[in-house]
């Protein structure tokens, strides 16, 4: 039999998925708590006892895809020795990571919030922050190891990075296993990296 805090981990993780599947579809505007409760197969009221209110649920939804992406793609990357190949590693993981009906989250709630003062919107450029640091200190290795060439900083190399891998994806949702190669091709050119499209007929 279940215990009490499996079946609150059980019921979270179904709210947490079905809100980012809307947010993914439809932003956070448009995302009404009950329809996530429905869809998640339980209860306005069940959510409620876990979430105060729509800003809650969204910054838990936030954190759960992070971890997520950290568990699938990160984990793809610290395997790499070579940091171009890390980087490599993390276009083709994130291209099949957002396979996913709610992995576009961070992107959706970014393009919705910005320039706006919002604690969702702060949190999401906080996220991107991190991995802006992540890319650019995997780049600043590949420069040092002499497979990315000199040129913009670490830090501009690596926004560019983001939104080749990011546009890359989301024009080849529905094109498995070509999102991958692709999205890999996109951000080797971005990175200055020669010979790394790899044959995707």
Not at 6 to 28: C, D, F, H, K, N
Not at 173 to 179: I, M, R, V
Request: glycine share 8%.
């Amino acid at each position: 039999m279940n215990t009490q805090a499996e079946r609150r981990a059980r019921s979270r993780t179904a709210l947490l998925e079905s809100a980012a599947v809307g947010i993914s579809r439809s932003g956070y505007g448009n995302l009404a708590l009950e329809q996530v409760a429905r869809d998640a197969g339980y209860s306005r009221g069940a959510l409620y006892h876990q979430f105060r209110d729509k800003q809650e649920l969204t910054l838990a939804v936030l954190e759960w895809i992070q971890q997520a992406w950290a568990d699938e793609v990160g984990a793809l990357v610290d395997q790499e020795t070579d940091p171009a190949a890390a980087l490599l590693a993390m276009a083709r993981g994130h291209a099949v990571f957002c396979r996913r009906d709610f992995a576009r989250v961070a992107l959706a709630l970014r393009v919705e919030f910005a320039g706006q003062e919002h604690p969702v919107g702060a949190a999401v450029e906080a996220a991107y922050a991190v991995l802006t640091q992540i890319c650019a200190g995997h780049i600043a290795a590949a420069r040092a190891a002499g497979s990315v060439p000199p040129g913009p900083s670490e830090e501009v190399l690596a926004r560019a990075f983001i939104g080749a891998l990011e546009g890359t994806v989301v024009a080849l949702a529905g094109t498995a296993p070509y999102d991958a190669e692709l999205a890999a091709r996109a951000v080797a050119g971005v990175l200055g990296l020669p010979n790394e499209g790899k044959d995707v007929s």
